[in-house]
């Protein structure tokens, strides 16, 4: 841990992350970040009774109703000191941290069917989702808030109790190979997503449902995904190519590639392959926890070095895709810390082109308005004895509002008929599917 605070500390200071002046606190889990600022309904008041300046519990004789109190013994002093409200603090930590966060403990039946069952053939079906239980303990939370104020720490590590789901594995062959339990989740939120990015979430998601990584194998989100296009059940959605943003088959993958990097990155497995967006995405927040992909150009991997098969289920519910890794738990422990930001950069001037390709005055936005940065995130893995600090740089580009608009083609020169050509963009390079 010396060590840790010792690569923390330097950048707090770049960062201003540990600055007494922050007015809000940051209550982190993993990858959640939680700000909770707070308020006068936080401060209270309290009795302190002395004798000769040494804090004493008055006797009861001396606490009575009314606005006045009966004369005190020599050398009793009684005065007013501010203090914290515990039960204001944890009301507030109950709605804005401790609810988002919960969760119920899921059952699942994990099988195979098909002629195939008895050689591990089959096709691996779930009856129900596997999603741990997840608990804020509001007490310790509480204890660790009234400190963090008191010290002008501004950023909280929460104490979350985790519950396994009910599992039964009836597939032997699947015993085996070491699936027993939920080893990871990987989970990301997809909010304000338009009707054809939720349906490539879907279809996406719907690929690994099943999947088994062996031992020692390095997964490929590329290649488990397949072909991506229109004959694999894709809609045309918003991918980031090269300057542009525009529609393309898949468009919405990277939030399945993104969910799937986050429980496997969480849990300490080695990362073979990742490449973050090129600029900053809503739907990815906080920055620095994303993975894009744009098969086969662009992948994500991870090696499976746990000493049994991990099996994936996938789901999603309401606004929320996961990733449920189930296999064998072992001894490591990670954390991963950050996003520490630097090297902000305000949006570049707005750009505008024309081209003949789209009607006379017909515009067509390529781009919104997207501020650079640099962030790191720095994860901890504690194995066999051995601790690993291993950074995660993501590098955001800043971006203009980007508009193409439409004109018409005009004829120039004297009988030449040469027209003015369609204006193109200099980079088509595919980045991302976004």
């Known amino acids: 841990m010396r060590r840790l605070l010792f690569l923390i500390i330097p950048l707090l200071l770049i960062t201003g992350k540990a ?26 008041t ?18 009575v109703d009314g606005d006045s109190i009966p ?10 000191q ?14 804005q941290v401790a609810e988002p966060l919960r969760r119920d403990p899921g059952s699942v039946v ?3 069917t098909g002629t195939g069952s008895a050689t591990g053939s089959g096709t691996i079906v779930f009856e129900g ?47 085996q190979q ?65 300057a542009r943003t525009e529609p393309d088959y898949g468009g919405g993958l990277c939030q399945v590639s993104t969910t799937a990097y986050r429980g496997i990155w969480e849990y300490g497995f080695p990362i073979a392959k990742r490449i973050n967006h090129s600029y900053t995405v809503s739907h990815y927040f906080p920055q620095g926890t994303d993975a894009t992909v744009y098969p086969p150009a662009v992948d994500m991997q991870f090696v499976n070095d746990s000493s049994g098969a991990l099996l994936i289920q996938t789901h999603r519910e309401g606004n929320l895709a996961y990733f449920i890794y189930y296999g064998t738990r072992d001894a490591r422990r990670s954390t991963v810390l950050g996003p520490f930001i630097w090297d902000r950069k305000a949006p570049p001037p707005d750009r505008t082109e024309y081209t003949t390709e789209l009607p006379p005055g017909e515009r067509k936005k390529l781009g919104e308005r997207v501020p ?48 003015i050509p369609t204006v193109f963009m200099e980079d088509t390079e595919v980045t991302s599917a976004e």
């Open 110 to 112: 994990i099988r195979r």
């Open 129 to 175: 989702v596997g999603l741990p239980g997840r608990e804020v303990d509001l007490d310790r939370a509480m204890d660790l808030t009234v400190a963090a104020l008191e010290n002008g720490v501004r950023e909280i590590m929460l104490p979350v109790k985790e519950t396994q789901p009910q599992i039964r594995v009836e597939d032997p062959l699947l015993r």
């Open 19 to 44: 600055s007494a002046a922050e007015p809000t606190l940051t209550f982190r889990h993993r990858h959640f970040l939680y700000t909770v600022r707070p308020t006068a309904a936080w401060r209270t």
């Open 372 to 419: 650079g940065l640099k962030a790191l995130w720095v994860r901890v893995v504690s194995r066999n004895g051995e601790v690993k600090q291993e950074p995660v740089y993501s590098f955001y580009e800043a971006r203009p509002l980007y508009t193409l608009i439409g004109v018409e083609k005009l004829q120039f020169g004297t009988g030449t008929g040469t027209e």
């Open 178 to 242: 070491g699936i027993t339990e939920v080893v990871t989740v990987g989970e990301s939120d997809y909010s304000n997503s338009p009707a054809n990015r939720r349906h490539n979430i879907a279809v996406g998601l719907s690929k690994f449902n099943g999947h088994l990584v062996p031992p020692g194998k390095t997964f490929s989100f590329g290649e488990t995904l397949g072909r991506v296009d229109g004959t694999t059940g894709y809609l045309k959605e918003l991918v980031i190519k090269g």
């Open 82 to 95: 501010d203090d914290w409200d515990r039960g204001a603090i944890r009301q507030a930590l109950a709605m």
């Open 46 to 63: 309290r009795a302190v009774w002395t004798v000769n300046g040494k804090e004493i519990s008055p006797p009861s004789s001396l606490l």
């Open 71 to 80: 004369p005190l013994p020599p050398g009793v002093v009684l005065t007013q």
